[in-house]
T-cell receptor, first 116, second 113 residues
C-alpha cells in the first residue's frame, strides 16, 4: 500500500543540536510539505516543495532547512537557530492538480520532537 | 494576511444531538478541505469541496461550501462518541497556483454519552 513514512516517531534532543526528521512517500506525488503543530493549535506551514530540487518557504521557515533531491524524500532539519523546536511535525504530500480536479493532502503519522 | 477561522474552537455535545462547525476564510478560494485528527495522531481527509454550492456527505457528517460568503460548514447529525476528535478546515488559495493549503485553528469536538 502507498503512503507516507515519517521517522522516528519520537525524538529527543539537547538544546543547541541540529536534528533531521525523515519523510518518505511512495505515492508518486509531486508536492511535499512540512507542517508544525503545537498543543491545542492548528497546523503551520514550514516549507513545501512542488518539484524535485525546488522548495519554498512557508509561514514559519526560520530555523528550519529542507532538501528535495529525490521525488520520494523531503527531510526537514531543525537547526539550533529555531527558538522553540519542541512540537509535533507532520509531513504531507499531494498529487499535482489537474484542472478542475483537486486532491487533498495525505499525511504521515508525524514525529514528536522534544528539545530540552 | 490570509486567515482561516473556525467556530467554535471547542464543542461539547451530547450523543444524538445535531450541531454545525463553521469555517470562514479571508481570501478568494474555490477549494476547501475538511480533516479529522484523533488525539496524538495524524490528519485524515474527510471531504474535498471544489465549487460554490458543493455538498458532500459521509455518514453523520455533511460539509458544504459557499464561496461567495467565504464560508464552509461541517454539520453533525445525531452525534455519537466515535465522532470525538479535532476537525480542521483548510483552504487552497489562489486557485491552487501555489499548491499549498492554509489550515484553520481547529475545532475540538467532545461527544458525551
Amino acid at each position: 500500500d502507498g503512503g507516507i513514512t515519517q521517522s522516528p516517531k519520537y525524538l529527543f534532543r539537547k538544546e543547541g543540536q541540529n536534528v533531521t526528521l525523515s519523510c518518505e512517500q511512495n505515492l508518486n506525488h509531486d508536492a511535499m510539505y512540512w507542517y508544525r503543530q503545537d498543543p491545542g493549535q492548528g497546523l503551520r506551514l514550514i516549507y513545501y516543495s512542488q518539484i524535485v530540487n525546488d522548495f519554498q518557504k512557508g509561514d514559519i521557515a526560520e530555523g528550519y532547512s529542507v532538501s528535495r533531491e529525490k521525488k520520494e524524500s523531503f527531510p526537514l532539519t531543525v537547526t539550533s537557530a529555531q527558538k522553540n523546536p519542541t512540537a509535533f511535525y507532520l509531513c504531507a504530500s499531494r498529487a499535482r492538480d489537474r484542472g478542475p480536479l483537486s486532491s487533498p493532502l495525505h499525511f504521515g503519522n508525524g514525529t514528536r520532537l522534544t528539545v530540552t | 494576511e490570509l486567515k482561516v477561522e473556525q467556530n467554535p474552537l471547542f464543542l461539547s455535545m451530547q450523543e444524538g444531538k445535531n450541531y454545525t462547525i463553521y469555517c470562514n476564510y479571508s481570501t478568494t478560494s474555490d477549494r476547501l478541505y475538511w480533516y479529522r485528527q484523533d488525539p496524538g495522531k495524524s490528519l485524515e481527509s474527510l471531504f474535498v469541496l471544489l465549487s460554490n454550492g458543493a455538498v458532500k456527505q459521509e455518514g453523520r457528517l455533511m460539509a458544504s461550501l459557499d464561496t461567495k460568503a467565504r464560508l464552509s460548514t461541517l454539520h453533525i447529525t445525531a452525534a455519537v462518541h466515535d465522532l470525538s476528535a479535532t476537525y480542521f478546515c483548510a483552504v487552497d488559495p489562489y486557485g491552487g497556483a501555489t499548491n499549498k493549503l492554509i489550515f484553520g485553528t481547529g475545532t475540538l469536538l467532545a461527544v458525551q454519552p
